[in-house]
């Protein structure tokens, strides 16, 4: 699912050489980063992952599988983090100036 949905940023943005595009299974399990997905009848159509250090959530990764784009789930996702960041007051997260849809994700 990450190679489908960051292959849209890159396109999106003209820049193939993302981080997330060159992950492993391996480099994923060493991350440190939690992993939260998105079902829906049993089928993972999205994944959030976060860092919390200092009373900051960092969102490393947000990613929907492209025949799922559209359906609400980033946002979801981002909601789920927001409703139960605990005693945490910041969340902060990164993309690519020229990522519009990422830019303009409310």
Not at 27 to 36: A, D, I
């Amino acid at each position: 699912m990450q190679n489908r949905s960051y292959s849209v940023e890159a396109k999106i943005i003209g820049f193939y050489e993302i981080p997330t595009l060159k992950d492993t299974i391996e480099s994923l399990q060493k991350s440190e980063e939690t992993f939260f997905g998105y079902y829906l009848n049993e089928e993972l159509c999205g994944v959030i992952t976060i860092k919390i250090e200092k009373g900051i959530i960092d969102i490393h990764r947000l990613m929907v599988h492209p025949v799922h784009f559209k359906k609400g789930i980033a946002s979801r996702l981002f909601n789920f983090i927001e409703e139960n960041k605990k005693d945490c007051e910041t969340i902060i997260v990164s993309t690519g100036a020229e990522n519009v849809p990422a830019e303009t994700f409310t």
